[in-house]
């Protein structure tokens, strides 16, 4: 084989269209792959030679993105398939599957693949994916030791994280050292190896002015999540809870780079708990109002994080939206996937609290939970309807691999997008046409998907939040909303739309569907 002309060719497949459907067109982000930024960079200061290619954000098909991959020709291609959000790797897997099968036909350089998914499902996925290798694990050291055995430098059984072919075995190495100087080892995202133009934000952090979702960067300030709750895979990458932090001064150099070099003001930060550690956030928020930036940030908060202290700095710093997991507005269900000891109440003070520091809030619900009924979904809905808050996620219960409810899911037999008679992974998808959330105890799958697309549409058309965006942001927003509402997401399963007329009819419910 000749010389390869590239060490590591870092890949982002296209998954946009088919997990977000025609609302990928205008209303979903396109974001820099984090992860992938921050390997490439590593490798780099290991001596390598590095390249990225988002084929999400270039909008090539699966079949360009392979040519692409051989025309590059690198030593290793590494699949990075992460999701907009930490739980949406699984769904972008058939995307990463069409292209490394072009790929695989057109060049015989090994790849790997790196993410949430492949992590929850190591073996799994060596045996159904065409990829040469697979990373269990966060992935930078795992893909140092993959290139430097390559190039002859070590064995394959030395590298950790590594899950591979032995003939007609598989093995599995050992876990690889969780990295703990986040500072030195992974100090930033290598953005110059992409074109940052191409980037945007959510269109909702952007409602006060929708020309300002671009430039715009996504930064991690954290790894891992304390939490346990039942419903996320946040920590299979990690093998389990626990979080480490970059320093306040690291991150804000990173900000510091996307502000001054790429003219970027409106930046997320992706961490699944970023409103926790005091020292953490107090000292980043202090060293951004030090340089008097105007920005739009947006980060994850939980009701029981959010400290009275913390508000008045994070807008002060430029934190103008916080995401705040609400998740049901039944605490029976929230106590049943471990999801804090906090009641409506302290849901109500807070969201108040947060309204009155000017930031603005994305809520977060799920219905669909394993002890959900027709009910306490309504309670969740009413719930969302009387706290109006500027925008709100409404999601179904999905048994993501790597988290707890797959585990239960599989041990009880619940139908799942993945078995023989399934969608596949796709199917763990939100918005996508085979969207199979989790049945509940009451409720079958498509009962919960149905229940959320009439939720959705009653809230984003309410007389009450339109009038909310008028006042907190502009015409302009109103007419964005409605726009996007007119969008309507194709499903394969629905249930007739007088279902839940039926349903209305025996109960005293005081708000419709």
Known sequence: ??????????????????????????????????????????????????????????????AATADRIAEIDAALTIYVIYGQQPSASTQCMPAGRAVAERASSLTDRPSLVIGTHSSALPERTLREEPYTYVCQGEGPQTALGLIEYLKGRRSLASVEGLVYRDGDMIRTNPWATKIKDLDTELPRQAWDLLDMSLYRSHNWQALA??????????????????????????????????????????????????????GARTIKIPDEMFVLN??????????????????????????DTIQLEFLEKLRAAGFQWLGIGIESGSKFVRDGVVKGKFGNEAIDTTIKRVSDHDINISANFIFGLPDDTYDSMHDTLRMALALNTEWANFYSAMAYPGSQLYGLAKERGWPLPDDADGPGWIGYSQHAYDSLPLPSEHLSA???????????????????????????????????????????????????????????STRTMGVAV
């Not at 792959?33 to 699966?62: K, Q, T």
């Not at 549409?457 to 409605?482: M, W």
Request: proline share 5%; net charge positive.
């Open 1 to 62: 084989m000749t010389e390869a002309k590239l060490d590591v060719l870092m890949v982002t497949p296209p998954s946009r269209v088919a997990v977000y459907q025609d609302l990928s067109s205008d209303y979903a982000a396109i974001e820099p792959p984090v992860w992938s930024g921050l390997i490439a960079e590593f490798l780099r200061n290991h001596g390598y030679s590095v390249g990225m290619l988002d084929a999400e954000a270039e909008e090539l098909s699966c």
């Open 278 to 303: 005091k020292r953490h956030v107090l000292g980043i928020c202090d060293l951004l109002i030090e340089r008097k930036y105007d920005l739009n940030i947006w980060a994850y908060a939980r009701i």
């Open 209 to 262: 002015n929708l020309k300002s979702r671009q430039p715009y960067v996504s930064i991690q300030t954290s790894l891992g999540c304390p939490y346990k709750c039942t419903f996320c895979c946040i920590n299979a990458p990690f093998g389990g809870a626990g979080i480490r932090y970059w320093s306040p001064e690291a991150i804000v150099k990173q900000i510091d780079e996307a502000v001054l070099k790429y």
């Open 446 to 504: 498509i009962e919960i998907l149905s229940f959320r697309d009439q939720a959705f549409d009653k809230y984003f058309t309410n007389p009450d939040y339109l009038s909310l965006l008028r006042r907190r942001f502009n015409q302009g927003a109103v007419d964005h909303i409605k726009a996007m509402t007119s969008v309507k997401l194709r499903r394969r399963h629905q249930v007739d739309p007088g279902y839940y007329d039926k349903m209305r």
